[in-house]
């Protein structure tokens, strides 16, 4: 079982940046889209940036021109640099990695952004 290793959160003053990695433990094949999802207390999981194996990506109206999500393909590591942080993106993040054909779908466990006013 191939488990999504996550990195870069923590607790950043509004206004800061933040940079979240996440990697494979071990190696994928046909990856079709990596992305980001968040949870904040008491809300639904919700897509923050995704980007496919192409390059295409997609972002929540809520982050747009604030975070960035890039891929490595050689390393199958996405990343998600976030800029210009407000309270409201305080949640845990999630990394998910989905192969084509729905070959598998895979999630991190997690790892806590807390931006304070």
């Known amino acids: 079982q191939v488990q999504l290793v996550e990195s870069g959160g923590g607790l950043v003053q509004a206004g800061g940046s933040l940079r979240l990695s996440c990697a494979p433990s071990g190696r994928l094949f046909s990856i079709n889209a990596m992305g980001w999802y968040r949870q904040a207390p008491g809300k639904q999981r919700e897509l923050v940036a995704a980007i496919t194996t192409g390059g295409s990506t997609n972002y929540a109206d809520s982050v747009k021109g604030r975070f960035t999500i890039s891929r490595d393909n050689a390393k199958n590591t996405v990343y998600l640099q976030m800029n210009s942080l407000k309270p409201e993106d305080t949640a845990v993040y999630y990394c998910?990695?989905?192969?084509?054909?729905?070959?598998?779908?895979?999630w991190g466990q997690g790892t806590q952004v807390t931006v304070s006013s």
């Open positions: 998910n990695v989905r192969g084509s054909f729905n070959l598998y779908d895979y």
